[in-house]
């Protein structure tokens, strides 16, 4: 029987949902992982799957601080977790540190975001190596083809008409040809570490959109946002785990 659909049962998942699972790289079979959705499987297999699920880092009176998992969107996180709004967002395939707020605290971190008075600090993986920091300032301009959370074409790209966009890049360790970086944004423009990391010519790991290499995982994480006097912080997730010897570093 096709793995997927040995997972559909198990998980009580559609078939898709299961291949999705599967195409991720989160599901194994005897500690080894899964590479093929089709593959071919005796029917009471057991199907472990590595599980990414996004989870509440702090919750205050009108703010909830979330550890966003990769491959959820902040529209669809919002809708859980009524009424508390949306602040800010995160790409769909970035994980990390997303914020929700209420009445009095929402008007004042939107103000905050607005006047740039966030600290906002990401953990990213690139192609190549780099070996000295970096700041970052060429404008980008976005391309939209749709509104909010609608399914559509969003690219940012190097423009000298464009908007303002700073970004501190530190390297943290390199293994191979791949880079771990810290990185810090004193802007908020749509896709900028993406798009500033591909003008870099380094992509982030799995960032086929901006050039990188085709990769089961995408190596974009929010570790930590700061702003009117609050500190949040969210851990690698377990399904980046298998970067390891990167990851020893102190962060």
């Known amino acids: 029987m096709p793995a997927y659909k040995i997972l559909a049962k198990q998980r009580q998942v559609s078939h898709k949902e299961a291949k999705r699972l599967i195409d991720r790289g989160l599901v194994s079979v005897a500690g080894q992982r899964l590479k093929l959705a089709r593959e ?45 709004q949306l602040i800010h967002r995160l790409d769909k395939s970035t994980s990390g540190v997303l914020l929700l707020g209420l009445g009095e605290f929402y008007k004042q971190a939107l103000e905050a975001f607005k006047e740039r008075k966030v600290y906002k600090e990401y953990v990213v993986l690139v192609q190549g190596v780099l070996d000295k920091p970096l700041t970052l300032k060429q404008p980008l301009s976005v391309q939209k083809s749709h509104i909010e959370d609608k399914k559509g074409f969003v690219r940012a790209f190097v423009d000298s008409k464009g908007k303002r966009a700073i970004t501190h890049i530190t390297p943290l360790k390199s293994i191979g040809q791949m880079t771990l970086l810290k990185v810090v944004i004193e802007t908020g423009v749509t896709h900028q570490i993406r798009a500033h990391l591909a003008h870099l010519n380094h992509p982030i790991v799995g960032d086929i959109f901006y050039g990188a290499r085709a990769h089961k995982h995408f190596f974009l994480h929010a570790y930590k946002l700061e702003l009117l006097g609050l500190k949040f912080k969210a851990p690698i997730p377990p399904c980046l785990k298998e970067f390891c010897e990167l990851l020893e570093h102190d962060l």
């Open 40 to 84: 071919l499987l005796e029917p009471h297999t057991f199907l472990s799957v590595l599980e990414c699920q996004s989870a509440v880092l702090a919750k205050g009176a009108e703010f909830l601080a979330l550890d966003k998992a990769p491959n959820v969107s902040s529209f669809e996180l919002e809708r859980i977790h009524k009424p508390y």
